[in-house]
């Protein structure tokens, strides 16, 4: 998706993201700096996004990616605007009646008449061919 031309690229973000850049043939991740850095455009690079915390409003995170020519002359940006949603299962972990999102039970399962927790089954079979 690189502009004809552009050699290298740099990556802007807010600080509600977080971006790392695999290089092809490196196996570790380089966590890329909100700016500065500039990588070269290699084919079988990859930029990876996350978002650690939801978003308090839409679009209030955003991913920009700068291209350079061979001189460093900037070329175009692409940019990408985010949106972190924040999904959690609440159930009744202590089994009170009550469905609470922050009961501290919910990250664990004890067996028994005096147990808490939640057993989540998923049907993973194929219904149909």
């Known amino acids: 998706a690189a502009p004809a031309g552009a050699v290298s690229f740099s990556v802007k973000h807010t600080e509600g993201v977080s971006v790392e850049v695999v290089c092809q043939g490196q196996a ?39 291209f350079y020519t061979e001189g460093g002359q900037p070329i175009n940006q692409a940019g990408v605007f985010l949106t972190g949603i924040g999904i959690s299962l609440d159930v009744d972990a202590d089994q009170d009646g009550m469905v609470e999102n922050n009961n501290p039970n919910k990250a664990s399962w004890t067996w028994g008449p005096e147990g808490h927790g939640a057993i989540l089954l998923v049907s993973c079979d194929k219904e149909s061919p």
């Open 28 to 66: 570790e991740v380089v966590s890329a700096p909100s700016s500065g850095t500039r990588w070269p455009l290699d084919k079988g690079t990859v930029l990876r996004f996350s978002m650690s915390q939801a978003s308090t409003e839409v679009n209030d995170n955003k991913v920009t990616v700068s």
